[in-house]
């Protein structure tokens, strides 16, 4: 069929009509918002690098949430900004860390909300590396004792789901083995299977102050030029009992979100990280683009790729918009 018998745009003419032939749809509910909980009480601090992200205390955590759910984002990522940090991370799976005292608050106050805990060493570690150090490396297998034990306090707190992003060799595997053995074999872990090394990690840097003090993480976290590596390390974690899977970034690895997609059944989750949340409103700010536009459209594309909900420090805003007139 061809010109002028064929015509595509006879159902772009308006928006009821690209509406009704809309491929891809994105709602609030597939959008978990990423919160960072720190110490003290009424304490709320603006991210610098991240205009409107704030690190705050746990009260304001809680209402903050409370405040998602109302716009109907229904999922959290916690992640901690510990009092003191040490060479093995010891706050991250202390039973009174600042996550286990956030989970346990939001388990009471905010029952509908989903509480998915981020599980890694960096944030509570002196050297700000994902694990134990020794002989100047990160050691694999002794950093899984450590994160199986994080895991469990936090599922031992009220966590709904608990996610590994630390790149460890097996340790989806190990800590599924923790849970099941103390009791929490119902509880679902969200694997960051393919995590890269990427330069768009930076204002989470200085949000969840664990920038490495000694060299980076290339040596564990992915290679962004590989793709196939990718489906390996999907693979592995699916076989070692994770439930959902993530890439993370999202934006300038759509091509892996696709890929996984095609050759996994399992739900997929993509984080819509720090350095892309900022280039946006960087960029909105001086007027360069229209802001709330390209968020929408940077959203959409994460979804139009396969996944199957987006991480993403845009969630409160895009629910605002998803959820009333379309500007």
Request: hydrophobic residues 40%; contains cysteine.
């Amino acid at each position: 069929m061809y010109f002028p018998a064929y015509r595509p745009r006879r159902l772009r003419r308006n928006e009821r009509l690209r509406d009704l032939v809309a491929e891809t749809d994105i709602s609030a509910r597939q959008l978990v918002y990423p919160m960072f909980v720190m110490p003290g009480k009424g304490e709320r601090e603006e991210v610098v690098s991240m205009p409107g992200i704030y690190k705050q205390s746990v009260d304001n955590i809680v209402k903050e949430a409370l405040e998602a759910v109302k716009l109907g984002v229904n999922s959290i990522l916690l992640f901690g900004i510990p009092e003191k940090k040490d060479e093995v991370g010891s706050e991250g799976y202390d039973p009174d860390g600042i996550v286990q005292k956030a989970v346990r608050e939001l388990e009471k106050k905010a029952k509908e909300l989903i509480v998915i805990t981020d599980v890694c060493m960096c944030e509570y570690t002196s050297h700000g590396h994902c694990g134990i150090i020794r002989d100047g490396e990160v050691d694999n297998d002794e950093t899984l004792e450590y994160l199986s034990r994080m895991a469990l306090s936090h599922a031992e707190a009220g966590a709904d789901i608990v996610a590994p992003s630390d790149m460890m060799d097996g340790r989806v595997g190990v800590i599924r083995e923790t849970l099941d053995e103390n009791g929490f074999g119902g509880l679902p872990i969200m694997a960051y299977s393919a995590k890269y090394a990427s330069s768009f990690y930076g204002p989470f840097r200085d949000a969840a102050e664990s920038p490495p003090q000694i060299g980076d993480r290339k040596g564990y976290q992915m290679d962004h030029r590989n793709v196939r590596e990718a489906m390996r390390e999907i693979a592995l974690d699916i076989d070692e009992g994770a439930d959902i899977v993530m890439i993370k970034p999202a934006l300038s690895y759509l091509d892996v979100i696709s890929a996984a997609r095609q050759e996994f059944d399992h739900p997929i989750a993509a984080y819509n990280v720090s350095g892309e949340y900022s280039m946006v409103k960087a960029a909105g700010k001086l007027g360069w683009i229209d802001e709330k536009q390209v968020m929408m459209e940077i959203l959409t594309s994460i979804r139009r790729a396969g996944a199957d909900l987006i991480i993403t420090y845009h969630a409160l805003e895009a629910a605002g918009i998803l959820n009333g007139s379309r500007k």
